[in-house]
């Protein structure tokens, strides 16, 4: 699934019937200094203190803007708009249905009717070009769906441009021009940075295409390292945060620092208001790089795969296994077959590094498994009832993002059809909030728990409690404790009276819903 915080505006794109940008003159008042002819005129020095800029800042941006801007472009994409209400990105609960034109006298096919004509969307982002030959890198949410792609260049050239691929996961495409004037034209090209990382506070440029005003420069600094937008894409990319404006249609468009080279390509701005407010995230150059090298090759991105469900092990989790400073992922879930099935990995393994690269959370895990070729060894650092130890694992082929939604999102979601179950025997657990009953036929069939799934079914929650502040609820099943199956309420009691015994203020639990796991730190209730 596709979750994005409220205020992210990811693809700066307009959407259907774009509106021109107004453009409010600002009133600047300008000074003026009144002298006799050749009289000089000198600044109060004291009032103003002398300010000489740092080392290898320049003193303006005209010089890096007239060297690389002519290998930005603007990227205009026609595409059939859905008869479907459109959801805007940055205009979440606002549904725009658009109003297709009817032929005179035909109908969509041809044929004699009133049917509508298929409605065109127009919209626009940013590009560049990265090499002579005509090799573009943009956005994947600019070009996804065009039917047709042009190609404005500072010269005012305007060529039709190709699709030669695109990744979702990191949402990057790469188009293609040539000059149909002049085919063996070489085109001019900016070089991504990979000698020396910009730091936090360095100036950074961008230059794109907002609201359509093509060839727009703004300057600002790295506000920040590996932010994570809570969307598909942060499984792989760990974005850079500046403060240069963006705006929609800048999305595509390269980040520069003060030599000229790309240090990021602008994807998604954080605004309440829709326009800018100094906050916004570009896809790393290295990223960047790497993902066009391989859909120049291929089309495609391929990457690696080892099949498990994971959560981030959070330092509450940790605490509740006695495992102080443990950073992680936690195995939800091995798929059945898979390669991490195959090399042993099981539920409840906590994976702290990857070939060797300690990973703190599942997106930098995700990231460097996804870095394996197929067939590659991955040594996957892993701990197991609090021991440490290595697994070989074979990668696979990681499958298309919307696949693994799919199989991620395909529960039915409908609870309340079958008659509520006469109440199982239940029990109190002392401590966590939670009555719990065996997992009876008539459980099975009200919240629809497959068959495999064992553990004790969570008849009612505390709402005070932490469970009851965590979202438990009646209907959850709850499987383990501190890696521990349960099968009675006094499994349960005894798994919390011995977490206590050792000084621990939470137990680490697993809990199945529409048969999905998930691991959840409950504190214990003094």
Known sequence: ??????????????????????????GMRMGTADAAEGQVVRANVAAAPAFAPPPGAPMSFADIFEKVSPAVVQINVTSKASPQPLRIPGF???????????????????????????PKQQSAGSGFFISADGYIVTNNHVVADADDIQVVMKDGRELKATLVGRDEGTDLAVIKVVDPK?????FPYVNFENQAKPR??????????PFGLGGTATAGIISAYGRNLQDTTSQFVNYIQIDAPINRGNS??????????????????????????????AIPADIAEATAKQL???????????????????????????????????VAEVVAGGPAAKAGLLPDDILVAVNGVKVADRSELTREVSKARPGEIIKMSILRDGKPRVIDVKSGTRPSENSLAVNDDDQDQDGG???????????????????LGPIDAAARQTYKIDSEIKGLLITSVKGDSDAGEKGLAKGDVLATVNGAA?????????????????????????????????????????
């Open 1 to 26: 699934m596709t979750a994005r915080k409220s205020g992210f505006i990811v693809g700066a794109v307009a959407g259907a019937g774009v509106a021109c940008a107004a453009l409010a003159g600002v």
């Open 92 to 118: 979440e609960g606002f549904d725009i249905v658009p109003r297709g034109k009817k032929a005179p006298g035909k109908g969509e096919d041809g044929d004699d009717g009133d049917s509508p004509a298929t």
């Open 182 to 186: 002049a085919k063996n034209a070489e």
């Open 200 to 209: 936090v506070g360095d100036w950074v440029i961008t230059i794109g295409n």
């Open 252 to 281: 595509g468009g390269p980040s520069f620092d003060i030599y000229g080279r790309v240090i990021g390509v602008n994807s998604a701005i954080y605004s309440p208001s829709g326009g800018s407010v100094g906050i916004g995230f």
């Open 296 to 330: 120049i090759a291929s089309g495609k991105v391929v990457r690696g795969y080892i099949g498990v469900s994971i959560q981030d092990f959070s330092a509450e989790m940790a605490e509740a296994q006695g495992l102080k400073d443990v950073k992680g992922a936690i």
């Open 417 to 435: 059809a079958a008659p509520a179950p006469d109440k199982p025997a239940a029990q109190r657990v002392e401590g966590l909030g939670l009555t």
């Open 486 to 526: 349960v099968t009675s309420a006094a499994d349960v009691n005894a798994a919390v009276a011995n977490a206590k015994k050792a000084g621990r203020t939470a137990v680490l639990v697993k809990v199945i819903r529409q048969n999905k796991p998930a691991f959840i730190a409950l504190k214990i209730a003094p």
